[in-house]
């Protein structure tokens, strides 16, 4: 095992063009089953079981054997709530582990590298950090470590977990109220704060410019849901139900007032896995490469109080914006898929807006949600129906434009030009994001 710093991270303005730009390719990815919960008693459907089943459909699709492998890079986190603890975030000590190799928490609802590598074997691992972030930071570090010769053929894997209990218990979400000066910006039942935060810059957004939640955020969540029934993978494509209408999506109850059910994603357990290698390398693998033009991570700012507002909102989103197309060397105009992070609806406005995506400027995401927006139109916006769609592996978006520049999405291929693409895992102002195209030297 490797321990590493941050100095990999490309986190502001002005670093120029990304030096790795179209030498580093995706060629493989792996999703296993998704499920609701882990039911706490099929082995072969715990974390560790699926992650050794998502890196083998990722080593398939890319043509490689398991001996191919040099970088392994894995985020031991802990989907449910790792903060404080609780009875959704961990399985034992007040529940009972398994026999060996379950007998801790390792393999059941955290990976780690070590516990990979102790039950599937990779013989030829030169490269594997001890500390790894989410799937958007972690992706973008697998790609540096290519570039920069760490390894020459990496495996990602991310794990998103979910048992039973209510989702995030842990820390002061058991207690039955938040004190100090966290009551005043964190009810109780608020984890993280983006629920609840990102509800005041949408309401500022209806009101500023002339629109409703329901007309603004609406046909995007109902479109997601349809993207999602076309991805085979997807939770909502395996489990249902069979589709959302606009009624659906108004009548629903509320959870923070706008704020809707069907405006949050679903927690699911599943894993998914990439596979990342050097262009020259990717020539020989089994489909045509994705080549990475950037990657990006941090922050495009802070609000200036403890309540972000649309102000906030859209000056950090461009600045994320910025970055992005100035390491991949790309513009708004050369941008064929989108697929921006989507863990709460309200999150997709003022991206959209940010990024300028198919000309879009502030204040027009309602009448651009109004378009046409589906795969079959000319606006095919979050093509593969992200994590609203396929419920929370936050691997969607990135398997969606890995398919897409392919042309192997299959009912979800969009009628439009695919060469290139931008995702994303990145809630509200952050930045974690990949700019990929089919064509080295696009």
């Known amino acids: 095992m490797t321990t590493v710093n941050s100095s990999w991270r490309r986190d502001k303005e002005g670093l120029g063009i990304w030096e790795h730009r179209g030498k580093v390719a995706i060629t493989g990815w792996g999703m296993s089953p998704v499920d609701r919960r ?138 039955d109220a938040v004190g100090g000066n966290r009551q005043w910006h964190a009810p109780w039942g608020n984890h993280g704060g983006l629920m609840y935060s990102t509800n005041v810059p949408v309401q500022q957004y209806c009101a500023k410019y002339g629109t409703t939640w329901e007309e603004l955020l609406g046909p995007f969540v109902v479109n997601q849901h349809r993207n999602g029934l076309m991805t085979s993978w997807g939770f909502y494509s395996l489990h249902g139900p069979s589709g959302l209408t606009m009624e659906d999506y108004v009548n629903c109850r509320s959870i923070i007032y706008p704020l809707r059910l069907w405006d949050c994603d679903r927690p699911v357990n599943g894993v998914g896995a990439f596979v990342i290698t050097t262009a020259d390398r990717a020539k020989d693998m089994k489909h045509r490469p994705v080549f990475i033009m950037n990657h990006n991570q941090g922050s495009g700012g802070s609000s200036r109080s403890s309540q972000e507002v649309l102000e906030d909102t859209e000056i950090a989103k461009a600045k994320v914006a910025r970055m992005v197309y100035e390491g991949s060397g790309l513009h708004p105009r050369d941008i064929d898929i989108f697929n921006p992070y989507d863990g709460y609806s309200t999150f997709m406005p003022t991206s959209l807006e940010a990024f300028e995506w198919h000309g879009v400027k502030r204040g027009d995401a309602a009448d651009f949600f109004k378009g046409d927006i589906s795969v079959e139109g000319p606006h095919p916006f979050c093509s593969g129906g992200g994590n609203l769609g396929c419920g929370r592996t936050r691997t969607a978006m990135y398997i969606d434009s890995i398919e897409q520049l392919r042309g192997t999405a299959g009912k979800r291929q969009v009628k439009v030009k695919a060469e290139t693409a931008i995702c994303a895992y990145a809630p509200g102002n952050s930045a974690a994001y990949l700019a990929l195209s089919n064509t080295s030297s696009y």
């Open 38 to 175: 882990w039911d706490g008693v099929s082995m072969e459907k715990t974390l560790g079981a699926y992650a050794i089943v998502a890196i083998n459909r990722a080593l398939e699709d890319a043509g490689i054997g398991a001996d191919d492998v040099d970088g392994l890079f894995q985020c031991p986190n802990n989907m449910a709530g790792t903060a404080g603890g609780g009875p959704a975030a961990s399985w034992g000590p007040t529940r009972p582990y398994f026999d060996p190799p379950y007998d801790s928490e390792d393999g059941l609802t955290v990976v780690t590298n070590k516990w990979i590598l102790n039950n599937m074997s990779l013989p030829n691992i030169q490269y594997s950090p001890d500390s790894m972030p989410d799937i958007g930071e972690g992706l973008g570090m697998a790609a540096q470590a290519v570039g920069d010769g760490k390894c020459k053929i990496a495996v990602y894997i991310y794990t998103a977990n979910n048992l039973e209990g209510r989702y995030r218990q842990g820390g002061e979400n058991l207690d």
